[in-house]
């Protein structure tokens, strides 16, 4: 059977769009068939992939609110493997549409039940918020993936999160587990950074993953050319984080060796690669 996984943080900017686009590709490329739902109507997942969101036609919206089968709704990546179910600017109004619907927070649920054993990995990108959306998300899914920032007021808001979590657990889905806890935008050169890896690994111990994301030009520069870092810049450190991320995360699930496939940069794009500048600082 597939897994479902949420991948959420009601704090904004602290890596979980980035981890989402990067951690399912390499685990596309790792052998493993996915599926990337995004339900940020942000749409930066979506964006992410090279999906233009001026022309999407049909979303996630569809299947949430009017009843659309989701297996109609995927488009194909540029990596093998991987498939995405986008996002639009009509999700922004889901929240107040959801809210009478019956059964409003398993909306996301039933819709996933017709996809049962489809997919190795089903991950869900939500909005940074605690509200319906992400509700929905965490009642769907089998686990919570959390990207925590190295940043002091990251900190701040785990507690919030887990408290919803487990109001999920013993409301909506008492399955739902914590897969683990992601350390992203971790900057060697500063205290603050160590001090807040020292932080989450004493209160969350093993839930906390031990691959550590680091802050990287590449990692933020790849979605403006809408291209994952697999494809924008494969020997980055923010690559190799994230390679290691999916291999970590792979094991915890006793899953086997890779079965690595090749990917190349599309021809249309490769003017990303050949003119991206020598990466400075930490990476």
Same mark, same amino acid.
């Given at each position: 059977? %597939?897994?479902?996984?949420?991948?959420?943080?009601?704090?904004?900017?602290?890596?979980?769009?980035?981890?989402?686009v990067n951690l399912s590709t390499y685990l596309a490329l790792?052998?493993?068939?996915?599926?990337?739902?995004?339900?940020?109507?942000q749409g930066n997942t979506t964006s992410g992939f090279g999906?233009? $969101?001026?022309?999407?036609?049909?979303?996630?919206?569809?299947?949430?609110?009017?009843?659309?089968?989701?297996?109609?709704?995927?488009?194909?990546?540029?990596?093998?493997?991987?498939?995405?179910?986008?996002?639009?600017?009509?999700?922004?109004?889901?929240?107040?549409?959801?809210? *009478?619907?019956?059964?409003?927070?398993?909306?996301?649920?039933?819709?996933?039940?017709?996809?049962?054993?489809?997919?190795?990995?089903?991950?869900? =990108?939500?909005?940074?918020?605690?509200?319906?959306?992400?509700?929905?998300?965490?009642?769907?899914?089998?686990?919570?993936?959390? *990207?925590?920032?190295?940043?002091?007021?990251?900190?701040? %808001?785990?507690?919030?999160?887990?408290?919803?979590?487990?109001?999920?657990?013993?409301?909506?889905?008492?399955?739902?587990?914590?897969?683990?806890?992601?350390?992203?935008?971790?900057? *060697?050169?500063?205290?603050?950074?160590?001090?807040?890896?020292?932080?989450?690994?004493?209160?969350?111990?093993?839930?906390?993953? =031990?691959?550590?994301?680091?802050?990287?030009?590449?990692?933020?520069?790849?979605?403006?050319?809408?291209?994952?870092?697999?494809?924008?810049? *494969? =020997?980055?450190? %923010?690559?190799?984080?994230?390679?290691?991320?999916?291999?970590?995360?792979?094991? $915890?699930?006793?899953?086997?060796?890779?079965?690595? $496939?090749?990917?190349?940069?599309?021809?249309?794009?490769k003017a990303a690669e050949q003119n991206a500048a020598p990466?400075?600082?930490?990476?």
């Amino acid at each position: 059977m %597939g897994q479902i996984i949420a991948c959420a943080n009601q704090k904004g900017g602290v890596g979980k769009t980035t981890t989402v686009v990067n951690l399912s590709t390499y685990l596309a490329l790792a052998g493993d068939t996915v599926l990337v739902i995004d339900l940020d109507p942000q749409g930066n997942t979506t964006s992410g992939f090279g999906l233009d $969101r001026s022309e999407i036609e049909h979303s996630i919206y569809e299947a949430i609110i009017e009843d659309a089968a989701v297996a109609d709704l995927v488009v194909a990546t540029e990596i093998p493997g991987l498939s995405i179910v986008p996002s639009s600017i009509s999700l922004a109004g889901a929240e107040v549409e959801l809210a *009478p619907l019956p059964q409003r927070e398993r909306r996301l649920s039933r819709i996933l039940a017709d996809l049962a054993g489809t997919y190795d990995y089903i991950l869900l =990108d939500c909005p940074p918020s605690l509200g319906l959306l992400t509700v929905n998300a965490l009642t769907a899914a089998d686990a919570v993936v959390i *990207p925590i920032q190295c940043e002091y007021y990251a900190l701040e %808001g785990l507690s919030q999160l887990i408290a919803t979590i487990n109001l999920v657990r013993n409301h909506l889905n008492p399955e739902l587990a914590i897969k683990g806890v992601v350390l992203t935008m971790f900057d *060697p050169r500063t205290n603050l950074s160590s001090e807040v890896d020292a932080e989450v690994r004493k209160h969350l111990g093993s839930a906390v993953f =031990d691959t550590i994301i680091p802050r990287s030009v590449r990692l933020s520069e790849a979605p403006s050319y809408g291209l994952p870092i697999a494809l924008y810049r *494969p =020997d980055s450190k %923010g690559a190799e984080a994230y390679a290691a991320l999916a291999a970590e995360l792979r094991e $915890r699930d006793g899953r086997p060796a890779p079965v690595a $496939r090749s990917v190349s940069i599309p021809a249309g794009r490769k003017a990303a690669e050949q003119n991206a500048a020598p990466e400075v600082g930490p990476r």
